[in-house]
């Protein structure tokens, strides 16, 4: 894997956990920083599609899914869409041996909570997401959800969230809301309509990207979606890896 960036040298080998804990690092000061850290972790084939056939696995690899765990497990809560939800199949996040002892001194659960955004709560609460998670699960909603539907997630076992004054969620509300429960290193895995949410409210700090060496024609989605914004926001490059083609690039606000 060849990199650029942060200083680090260039390697023709895998790199190991620790190696990628510490290129993806939060940016410090944490634990106890007054403001949260919002990052995304996306992957875009080569003509811009977000998914092939409605799941982001066939344009990822081996090395992609690597990074995706490192990224999950420096992270307090991973904040995903309830359609991204439904199409990936999501589970609970389980605790990796690896990084067991850096999250325990870091005051981290030994996973990160996944909470789930979603104005309907239209969602299969019988899944193991929410009735057998190491760590709570979320329900991000607004205040306006359905009261039944509200009653079903909690007793699944999920913790209702309210972020939000009508009946979907406001995302500066969001990432205050998971900042009130002590979660600051956020991840965003998706899917494309809440990265364009996030994106238009301007709370998102940084992208994760991984560009695949594929294309896929289509009409598959990109990696953000919605309303575009009058300007566009510049993000700088922090450092980018290469491996087997694919490109790992780490983008943070300018």
Same mark, same amino acid.
């Given at each position: 894997? /060849? ?13 190991s956990l ?22 995304a ?6 003509? /811009?599609?977000?998914?092939?056939? /409605? ?18 497990a ?26 067991? /002892? ?9 996973a990160?909570a ?10 299969d ?25 509200i ?13 939000g ?15 009130d ?7 965003t ?5 809440l ?13 994760c ?12 989605q ?6 575009s ?26």
């Amino acid at each position: 894997m /060849g990199v650029t960036g942060g200083g680090a040298a260039a390697a023709d080998r895998e790199w190991s956990l620790a190696e990628l804990a510490a290129a993806y690092a939060y940016p410090e000061p944490f634990p106890g920083a007054s403001r949260t850290w919002l990052r995304a972790n996306m992957v875009s084939s080569l003509d /811009g599609a977000a998914q092939h056939e /409605g799941r982001s696995q066939p344009i990822s690899s081996a090395t992609d899914m690597r990074v995706f765990g490192t990224l999950r497990a420096l992270a307090d809560v991973v904040v995903v869409g309830a359609e991204t939800v439904r199409q990936e199949g999501y589970r609970p996040a389980r605790a990796r041996a690896e990084f067991a /002892g850096a999250r325990e001194a870091a005051g981290q659960a030994p996973a990160p909570a996944i909470a789930v955004v979603s104005a309907s709560l239209e969602l299969d609460f019988t899944l193991p997401l929410f009735t057998s998670p190491l760590v709570p699960t979320l329900v991000l909603t607004g205040a306006a959800a359905a009261p039944d539907r509200i009653a079903a997630a909690e007793q699944a076992g999920a913790r209702v969230v309210i972020a939000g004054e009508g009946v979907g969620v406001e995302p500066a509300r969001l990432v205050r809301a998971l900042a009130d429960l002590g979660h600051t290193r956020l991840l965003t895995e998706g899917g494309p309509r809440l990265l364009g949410q996030l994106i238009t409210a301007g709370v998102l700090d940084e992208l994760c990207l991984t560009l695949s060496p594929t294309l896929t024609a289509g009409n598959a989605q990109r990696i953000a979606g919605g309303p575009s914004i009058a300007v566009p926001r510049r993000f700088g490059l922090v450092s980018l890896l290469e491996e087997d083609g694919f490109l790992f690039g780490r983008y943070r606000r300018s």
